[in-house]
Structures are given as structure tokens and as C-alpha cells.
């Protein structure tokens, strides 16, 4: 082993991410407040704590890995979102980013309102008492047994994403004697500054009703003429982890023209403006997030300008945070088993976990970073990728970070930032068991998402 070789920054052939990485942190047992969740801290002799409680005594009681999510973490980021917004607007907690019974729980105490986009989302949300009116219900192909679950269940909104959609919900709504509430998410050309997988605004994709073109006009007209329907919005979602808030200024831009249009052509002046979601966080010391606060005077600032210079009453304004609320508040607690140092190349710490339990390296290219957690260590950094356990070369957790080079299997290393898309997108690719997730507040901890069993995957398994 020849780790006490490692000079104190990136050798000569180590593989550099462009841009990033350029020197290790000055300190690699400083934990960036930026990136890990608010109430952890090293404490005096080194340990990691989340909630009061050592993150070494929470792997040896819930196992690794683990996502560790801080609850009140969670609870102020709600509320900062929700004050930021104010009553003259409405904050949807994005379900698809990570849902659970405790989660619903605790948006209904803090006064979010929940968006979902699918049966099994919606069970989820009603089963833990989020009320039906307080669910707005996503989708580009929903079903028509979801359709009617939702109506019956008298949620507050359906965004409709298509044609077809717009007759299958007022046939439902009708049929159970109802009006449904709904919008009509429109894409309005804008591709966000994000990762082209995940920018969901231009007009070559799946969601949404175009505005170049007519579509979304055509929409309007024919969701007014029928009975079952009760139009109350237009909707546009424009990308994924976004930091400058121009490009819902464009977004609003458009969306407000077509409020003047409709206008113009109906005599209604529709009450109601979603933005959608996509906020960024801080996955590295690198990303600079804007607050809750911040965002919210932007966005109602731009959309009472917009609409002034067209002469509309401004709407209401809804937005759809999901990454920027759970995001930041959970860290992923893994175990290194093997460390592969190849010479003047690249040094591999194995997990015992991987693309099961985070598939955005893989499948966005997305960044994290990581650090030793189980005690510190002033040895030299070393620059490694961290991968999982998988049958497949591309199973990267972080791509390029560094570590201490005294790094050790058994030695406990924790990725921030795992709190949306990661658990919600965990898959049982090589008969993983999905990890748990364990909140812990005020020195306890509390499963609430239980670790998968092979009696859970041998259940499925009928054959
Ligand atoms: C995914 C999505 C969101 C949430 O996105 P984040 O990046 O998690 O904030 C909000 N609204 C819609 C319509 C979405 O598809």
C-alpha cells in the first residue's frame, strides 16, 4: 500500500472532473453547512451527529446503508417556503421527490399543499390525512381509474397534460355528477439551465401543451366548453435543479400572454398561475441555491409586472418545490468495503450500496459530494470516485471527490443531499434491498421507510 504516497492535492494522470476539483477543501473534516442537512455537526471528538445522535450509533442500529433524514431540517425548510410565499400564494411539495405517510404528515403541520403524479402517490397522500382539497394531481398519461379515484376523492386540482385528458377528466367528472378543478400545463419554449435530461420546458418533449403553435390556446378552448370541467389555471414547469430565476421570467412572460389571450378571445380572466418546481440545491460547496424568500419576491415580482403591462388582475401564484424542500435535509450513510488504487489513474472506494440506492450519477451525470463520517483524520486528501456494488461499470455514486488517504474498509462515509430522486428512484436492480429511511429529531430516530427483506422481494417472486 503505498497511500502515504498521495501528495496533498490531484496527482500527475489522476482523471479531473472539468472545472471542479481543481484542489481538495482545506479542511476535509470541515462538513460544509451548505450541502448537509442543518443539524449536523462534528462534535468534539470527531464523531458526525444528525438530531443529537452519533452517526456511527445510528449505522450499527439501522444498518447501511441508510438514508438519514433530519426532521426538523425538513419541517423549516416547509415552513421557510411557505412563509416566503405568504397567503397570497399556494407551495406544493413535489411528492415524486420523496413521499411517505410521515412525510404527508408533516407537510399537513407545516401548511404545504402536495402535488402527486400517480395512484400509488395519491393513496399515500390520502392514507396519512392530507386533505383531498390540498392535492394537486400530475401526470402526462394518467389513468383513467386514477382520473376517477382523484375526482371522487375531490382533490383540489388536475393538471391536464393533453387532449385526450381533457375529455377522459370532464367524461369522469361528469359521471360522478362533479366539476373538477383543474389547469392545463403548457410548455412555453424555455429550456432551463440544467442537465438536458432533466430541462423539461422546450417544446420536444412528453409534457405539456405547446404555446408556439396553438396548442395550448386549442386546449383552453375546448377545457372551457365542457361542463365537467372547471379551468382555473395554466401551469408550466420549466426544469430541474435551476439557480437564476430568468427563465421563469420568460416562462411567466408566456404564460401571462396567453392569460391576455384568452381574455381577448373568452371574456375570462383565468385566477390562477403555477410555475412549477425545479429549484436548486447545494450538492457541492460549488452550487450557490437562492432562498425560499428570495425566490418567492422574484417570481411574484415578475408576475405582477407581466401582468400589469398586460392589464390583468394578477393571479394567484402556486409553485412546486420538491428537490429544494427534502433535497438538502437527508444524507445517504454507506460502509466502505474495498478500496482499488490504481496507480496514476484513479483510486475506487466500493459501497455497499450504489445505483440501487442513487441513480442520478448514472443516469444525469448529477454531482455530490461525500465525507468520512465515522471519525476524522488529518491524513492528505485523496482524490477517488465512490461506486456501489453493482454488476455494471457505471454504477458511480460520486464521480470525483476527495476522501482522507487513510480511508479504511469499515470506515463510514456519507454522501448529503440525497433527500429527493434518491430513495423515490431506488430500484432492486441485482435484488438489492432498498435501504431505509431513518428520521431522527431531538436525539431520537425513527424509521420511517423500513429496509427492504428478501421475504419483501421472495413476496413479489410467485412463480
Ligand atoms: C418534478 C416536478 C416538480 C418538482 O421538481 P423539483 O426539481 O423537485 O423542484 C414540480 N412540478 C412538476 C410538474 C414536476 O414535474
Known amino acids: 500500500m503505498s497511500r502515504s504516497a498521495h501528495p496533498a492535492g490531484p496527482r500527475h494522470g489522476d482523471v479531473l472532473p472539468e472545472g471542479h476539483y481543481a ?13 448537509w442537512a442543518r443539524t449536523v455537526t462534528r462534535n468534539g471528538d470527531g464523531a458526525v451527529t444528525v438530531g443529537g445522535l452519533d452517526v456511527a450509533r445510528l449505522a450499527e442500529e439501522f444498518g447501511t446503508p441508510a438514508y438519514v433524514l433530519d426532521e426538523d431540517d425538513f419541517r423549516a425548510r416547509c415552513r421557510a417556503w411557505a412563509d416566503a410565499f405568504g397567503k397570497d400564494a399556494d407551495v406544493f411539495y ?12 408533516w407537510l399537513k403541520e407545516e401548511g404545504l399543499n402536495l402535488d402527486v403524479c400517480s395512484g400509488g402517490e395519491l393513496t399515500t397522500a390520502l392514507d396519512a390525512g392530507m386533505p383531498a382539497e390540498r392535492i394537486a394531481f400530475h401526470g402526462n398519461n394518467k389513468s383513467a381509474e386514477e382520473i376517477h379515484r382523484a375526482v371522487e376523492a375531490g382533490v383540489g386540482r388536475i393538471v391536464l397534460d393533453s387532449f385526450q385528458e381533457i375529455v377522459r377528466v370532464a367524461h369522469i367528472a361528469q359521471s360522478l355528477g362533479m366539476r373538477q378543478r383543474v389547469q392545463i400545463r403548457v410548455t412555453v419554449g424555455v429550456e432551463a439551465h440544467t442537465h438536458e435530461f ?10 405539456g401543451l405547446a404555446l ?49 389571450a384568452i381574455r381577448d378571445e373568452h371574456g375570462v380572466e383565468l385566477p390562477e398561475i403555477d410555475l412549477g418546481g425545479g429549484l436548486g440545491i447545494a450538492y457541492t460547496s460549488d452550487d450557490d441555491p437562492r432562498e425560499p424568500h428570495e425566490i418567492a419576491k422574484a417570481l ?11 392589464g390583468l388582475r394578477t393571479p394567484r401564484i402556486s409553485v412546486e418545490p420538491g428537490r429544494a424542500v427534502v433535497g438538502p435535509t437527508a444524507f445517504t450513510l454507506y460502509e466502505v468495503g474495498t478500496i482499488k488504487q490504481l496507480e496514476g489513474l484513479r483510486t475506487y472506494v466500493s459501497v455497499d450500496g450504489g445505483m440501487s440506492d442513487n441513480i442520478r450519477t448514472a443516469l444525469y451525470d448529477a454531482e455530490y459530494s461525500v465525507a468520512l463520517v465515522s471519525r476524522t483524520s488529518d491524513a492528505e486528501p485523496m482524490l477517488v470516485r465512490v461506486v456501489g456494488k453493482h454488476c455494471e461499470s457505471g454504477d458511480i455514486v460520486v464521480r470525483d471527490a476527495f476522501l482522507p488517504a487513510d480511508l479504511a474498509p469499515g470506515d463510514l462515509i456519507a454522501v448529503p443531499a440525497t433527500g429527493a430522486y434518491c430513495r423515490s428512484m431506488a430500484s432492486n436492480y441485482n435484488h438489492a434491498l432498498r435501504p431505509p429511511v431513518v428520521a431522527v429529531r431531538d436525539g431520537e430516530a425513527r424509521v420511517i421507510v423500513r429496509r427492504e427483506t428478501e421475504e419483501d422481494l421472495l413476496r413479489l417472486d410467485v412463480g
Do not use: M, W, Y
Request: glycine share 8%; with cysteine.
Open 23 to 35: 484542489a481538495p477543501p482545506a479542511d476535509l473534516n470541515v462538513l460544509d453547512p451548505k450541502v
Open 94 to 105: 413535489a411528492g415524486k421527490a420523496f413521499l411517505s405517510r410521515a412525510v404527508v404528515r
Open 212 to 260: 408556439a403553435g396553438g396548442q395550448a390556446a386549442e386546449a383552453v378552448r375546448r377545457a372551457l366548453q365542457l361542463d365537467g370541467l372547471e379551468l382555473i389555471g395554466i401551469h408550466s414547469h420549466i426544469g430541474s435543479q435551476i439557480f437564476d430565476t430568468s427563465g421563469f421570467e420568460v416562462a411567466a412572460h408566456r404564460v401571462v400572454g396567453l392569460l391576455k
Open 300 to 310: 411574484s415580482e415578475i408576475v405582477t409586472r407581466e401582468c400589469e403591462a398586460a
Open 198 to 207: 432533466i430541462a423539461t420546458a422546450h417544446e420536444d418533449q412528453k409534457f
